[in-house]
């Protein structure tokens, strides 16, 4: 068995496992609130396949995902790289980074509504107040553990401010795209809980629609989608990750065979 093939059956052997078993104890299901999987995959297509569909839940909720994500991410690195690099900075702000991320992002959803309303500028500020902390604190972490030597390297060659930049970004990035990978699973669950709040439209405003109306078999091929888009998302990021960190891997390979 190649590489590849023995990756690809690792990555499918569980999803495989679990959807048999699914089918199998819910084929005679009779539970109004279970319905058998067959019953939810005959809806999938007809209730989610379909321009209007798309156009009204779907694009505005990636839409919204994407963006509150991309400033998130932006922030982080951002704050991150500067609050790592001082540390009266770092332990000025520790109190109250510790406050804030204890406090779950959807629990200030009504307090965000009250000054940003119930468009999408509420639902992108929900997914950055909860995205940004995986994405700092990872950043500040991978700049305080860059290496002392290749600080003093920078400042004995006089390198300008945006060389320094590029050289912490880079060291500090294994982290950072770990807190990144974090983020999106974020994103995805903030981006649902602020749909089923005073939203017009969504994949999450749908499911509870849904749900209201007791079109089961409907809600539960939501719930499918919503794990299709998080496999989708988490794969890209996984290529980007790869081609983004080849370095670092290539670091780690010749460490490896040094020893």
């Known amino acids: 068995m190649t590489n590849i093939a023995r990756k690809t059956f690792t990555a499918l052997a569980l999803p495989a496992v679990l959807t048999i078993t699914w089918f199998l104890l819910s084929r005679n299901s009779t539970d109004f609130f279970m319905p058998p999987l067959t019953a939810i995959l005959e809806s999938f297509p007809e209730t989610w396949f379909n321009a209007d569909r798309i156009q009204n839940d779907v694009i505005p909720s990636l839409t919204r995902l994407l963006?509150?994500?991309?400033?998130?991410?932006?922030?982080?690195?951002?704050?991150?790289?500067?609050?790592?690099?001082?540390?009266?900075?770092?332990?000025?702000?520790?109190?109250?980074?510790?406050?804030?991320?204890?406090?779950?992002?959807?629990?200030?959803?009504?307090?965000?509504?009250?000054?940003?309303?119930?468009?999408?500028?509420?639902?992108?500020?929900?997914?950055?107040?909860?995205?940004?902390?995986?994405?700092?604190?990872?950043?500040i972490e991978g700049v305080r553990g860059a290496d002392e030597v290749q600080r003093d390297v920078a400042r004995c060659f006089r390198l300008t401010r945006m060389q320094r930049f590029t050289l912490t970004l880079r060291a500090a990035s294994p982290q950072t795209l770990a807190g990144a990978r974090v983020a999106l699973s974020l994103a995805v669950i903030l981006m649902?809980?602020?749909?089923?709040?005073?939203?017009?439209?969504?994949?999450?405003?749908?499911?509870?629609?849904?749900?209201?109306?007791?079109?089961?078999?409907?809600m539960w091929s939501g719930i499918l989608l919503l794990g299709f888009i998080g496999v989708t998302l988490a794969a890209i990021f996984a290529v980007f990750e790869r081609q983004a960190l080849r370095w670092y891997s290539g670091l780690r390979r010749t460490q490896k065979e040094g020893r």
Do not use: H
Not at 106 to 114: E, G, K, N, S, T
């Open 192 to 218: 649902v809980i602020s749909e089923m709040f005073a939203a017009s439209s969504g994949v999450g405003f749908t499911i509870v629609q849904f749900q209201r109306n007791f079109a089961i078999p409907e």
């Open 67 to 139: 963006t509150g994500y991309l400033i998130a991410v932006a922030l982080g690195v951002l704050g991150g790289l500067a609050i790592g690099s001082s540390r009266p900075l770092r332990q000025f702000l520790e109190p109250v980074f510790e406050f804030f991320r204890a406090i779950p992002a959807p629990v200030l959803i009504p307090i965000v509504m009250l000054f940003a309303g119930i468009e999408d500028t509420m639902k992108i500020i929900v997914i950055v107040m909860g995205c940004v902390w995986p994405v700092l604190l990872n950043t």
